[in-house]
């Protein structure tokens, strides 16, 4: 499975946000560093897939630190070992080495006045947080100087590290029994439906009785919730049935604007909730089915986000999904326009602590989507989050670009597309392929 293909962030954006989550793989190094005083530094990470995102570090070991950088996502093994070739960098090195060697380098060329290159502001992503969690060796970088821990731009890192300490939704009561009115359900929990359902079966369940339909799916969304959300099985990786993408598969075909309560319920949940049910995709299937629930349901999206203490990048969906409705309902763009500039007037004006960590986070997400509907109404609340350092550069190198992609024709991006249930399964069914 390809990561590139059905992620919701660009590759940079990304790395930025989630590479951190992914387990080291492997780092390398040229075998003759030492001696020729240039080091080629890769250091890989592992999705679920068996793909890797790597992060390429060369530096000199003298005065000028790192020279360049660059990153490569979502690649598989054979290209991986092709471009330790191409660099020379063959020999295995443990990560702390790897560490500190990119570190040191860096924290010795800053007291020349010679910064990192720029495409480190992604890449340091692919690294751990620079801090006294991680061993310290003392490398000969060409002065007899002591290292200093080296904190990155801004804290952005720092920041998103404090995330899940931030988390602080205070959980109702989710029922402990799974009891429906329509046993046919149950197939939705099923291990061997987990990469698709039979066209049959899902006819059938579209075919119920509809209140009670929604109603039984609601609760099944709510008992899973219970189930899982604070004692994922160690066992499996990701969940052994696909029922939470289930449901929002079918309460996007059945437009079931009641169930928007439940779909709500899935996104305050928090990142390891969505890792274990979603993975990657969760922008596959959350928005569209946000959309299609919540599109004359505003002012109940805006409340939501408007709530605190929720992980961001779940929370994040609520606004491609309002977003489309500017998209595919033109008539309605004013209204949008309304939502998105009471969100970010809420984002500034509480923009200390954990709203703080999610404005960071999250606001150039959602100039994207403004850049996408081509909002240039809200060129001035955007420039106020920019101008209170409460947007990184990740997308966007500046004001002026998003003011300059703003002003083109509206387009309509893939990820706004209201894809069917066949398409939504085949997407399904290539993730569980690649897992």
Known sequence: MDPKRHTLLPPGKYIIAKARNLPIAECAINRDWQARRHANVIVAREHKSGALTIGIYSIDMNINGLEETSYEFGIQRGEYERIKEQTGSQTIITYEEAHNIIYGSIANAEDFARPPHKDFSVT???LEEDSDEIEYIDYDFGTKRTR???SISFDAA??????DKAYQ?????????????HPELHALFSHRNRASINEDTFKAILALPRETLVADISHSIYYEIGQTRSHIHTKWRESPHSF????LIILNELQAEEALPAILEIMRQ???FAEFHLSDYAGEYIPLALYRTGRKQLPALLDFAHESGLHPFLKYNVYPAVAMVASHEPERRDEVLEWFRNSLTHLYENRLGTTACEARLTVELIAQDLVNIRAKELLPELRQLIDANLADKFIFASYAEIEKEIGKRPRRPPEYELKNPAQLYEILREWRAGA
């Open 169 to 181: 939704y205070q959980y109702p009561d989710y029922p402990t029994q799974l009891k429906l009115v």
């Open 158 to 163: 720092s920041e998103q590290h404090t995330l």
């Open 244 to 247: 939470i993408i289930h449901a």
């Open 148 to 150: 200093n821990i080296f």
């Open 124 to 126: 340091q992503y692919i």
């Open 270 to 272: 928090n990142n390891e």
